[in-house]
Nanobody
Framework: QVQLIESGGGLVQAGGSLRLSCAAS????????MGWFRQGPGKEREFVAA????????LLGASVKGRFTISRDNAKNTVYLQMEGLKPEDTAVYYC?????????????????WGQGTQVTVSA
């Protein structure tokens, strides 16, 4: 059974940094795209970042470009989201996502498995 376990969330002051990790198990992940979405209080789920199976292609959401980066280590079945310059509006539950194919994605329809989420809170 596929499992995606996120870690690294927490409370940080505005301007600070966090690195989220997503450890995947129960499947073959080196040939599929992986990514992150987030959902803030009272908001819809929002695309954050995605990375192709090889790591060569990356897509970032408009609100995080220039501040967040995504990477992966296929040997460890782990995907990372490095977040810099955090703002209060980045406060959300962050979800790891496994894509249906190898190319990156930016919509929930392209995801077939979700992690349970990790809370990120940015104080002003």
């Amino acid at each position: 059974q596929v499992q995606l376990i996120e870690s690294g969330g927490g409370l940080v002051q505005a301007g600070g940094s966090l690195r989220l990790s997503c450890a995947a198990s129960g499947g073959i992940f080196s040939s599929v795209a992986m990514g992150w979405f987030r959902q803030g209080p009272g908001k819809e789920r929002e695309f954050v970042a995605a990375i192709s199976w090889s790591g060569r292609n990356i897509l970032l959401g408009a609100s995080v470009k220039g501040r967040f980066t995504i990477s992966r280590d296929n040997a460890k079945n782990t995907v990372y989201l490095q977040m810099e310059g955090l703002k209060p509006e980045d406060t959300a539950v962050y979800y790891c996502a496994k894509g249906r194919g190898g190319v990156y994605f930016d919509t929930p329809d392209s995801v077939d498995y979700w992690g349970q989420g990790t809370q990120v809170t940015v104080s002003a």
